[in-house]
């Protein structure tokens, strides 16, 4: 494949040094044309390069990636969006491929496996890491209430999920301020502001209300 048959890619992720390990990871198997950190600086690179792929993390400043599918919009038809996330919470990928990317795998992936997904991605094939692909199916299949997960998480704030998702996974609370960066009396506080919100008495039942949903 010569240079310029090479796909062009925009990276898309808050943390710049994950976005420097991806382009090793990549080496000159495709060619990045920009990179950006948030969902503005998003939206202004593929709108001035339009690539043929975009990896796009989920959690942005300014929004999210599906946030950044939607201001584009059909202004670039045809760029295709594959997801890149730490998160392999069902909420997480159903809301961006619902928002209209065409795949969603997790940052374990080796650069061998990036690099096929972002190629078929740009096939128009979609492509799912195997666990994720579970989600799509369920919720399309009508085991997952989108409608209702959605409904419940809009009540909490970005950080209040992180909390969420965290205690219902068995974290102690002081794990849970290291993992964060907080102190243990902001994780009791959201703790408490997540049971109240989503009406539950105890980690109990938080954890069987988020199994439940297939947020952890």
Partial sequence: MTATDLLRVVLVDDHAMFRTGVRAELGGAVEIVAEAGDVDEAVAAIERHR?????L????????????????????????FLALSVSDAAEDVIGVIRG???GYVTKNITGAELVDAIRRVSGGDAV?????????????????????VDSDLDRLTEREREVMRLIARGYAYKEVAKELFISVKTVETHVSS????????SRHELTRWASDRRLI
């Fill in 51 to 55: 690539p043929d792929v975009v990896l």
């Fill in 57 to 80: 993390d989920v959690h942005l400043p300014g929004g999210g990636g599906a946030e950044v599918i939607r201001r584009v919009g059909t202004r670039v038809p045809e760029t295709k």
């Fill in 100 to 102: 209209g990317a065409r």
């Fill in 128 to 148: 799912f890491s195997p666990r994720l692909a579970g989600f799509v199916l369920d919720a399309f299949a009508g085991t997952i209430e989108v409608a209702q």
């Fill in 194 to 201: 997540v049971l109240r919100k989503l009406q539950l008495s």
